[in-house]
């Protein structure tokens, strides 16, 4: 069993990882001043967290990376968010310090587990990547971030008469669908392919101007490519993840 198969099994992290939304929404609730209200879009719990470590695992695997740095990756991946558990201030570092009480489960060397640790501390700016699973991590965590709906969308968009207040507390209702992502490389160019279900015009404009835009172009830049984003507006139900 690798250290990757055994994380994934591991109860602890499982039931650290499952509480990791539980507390954010409460958080974000008291912020709001609202209550019960599941922001479930807002994901960082076991949906993120494994999709990432898939995005940081193929990224590399389609540059041509071994397999072990493809594994420690994925494990990156896999513990980013952990830090979340205590909220969100600061919680890139808190998961790097956090990460190695699992990472001392497993039969890693210490150079691995001080690269994942990095690589989960640098994950939130990308400031301090000197590793190429840092940039997975990094691009992987920001790629999922653009696909997943947060909650500073809803709340601009409402605060602009764009959403009503039902939109404003039910994600499901908002028109912003991205299904699925592609990634993949040629030449010098790492291209980010969205493929969107029914995206607003407005939510198409902020999504050009999204902060994570930014840090992919920086993630990839890293790895010696140049970041291309296309968004696809398409008119289907296939809801599959092809990553």
Known sequence: MTAYQFLRKNAELAELINSTNYRLNQIINYANGTENVNYGFCCHGKYHMEYVSQVAGHVLTILGYDEHTVMLAKIAGLLHDIGNVLGRHDHARIGGEMSIYFLDKTELLFEDKRLIRHAIADHGN????????????????????????????????????????E?????STLDIDISHIEITVADNVMKFEYFADNMCKEAHEKWL?????????KGAAFLGYKADFIMEIQQTTNKSLKI
């Open 126 to 165: 990308g400031n301090n990547m000197n590793h190429p699973v840092g940039a997975a991590v990094l691009i992987g965590d920001k790629a999922v971030a653009i696909k997943q709906r947060d909650i500073e969308f809803r709340k601009d968009f409402f605060k602009r008469g764009l959403i009503t207040e």
């Open 209 to 217: 101007r999204d902060i994570n835009v930014l840090l992919l172009e």
């Open 167 to 171: 939109q404003l507390n039910n994600p």
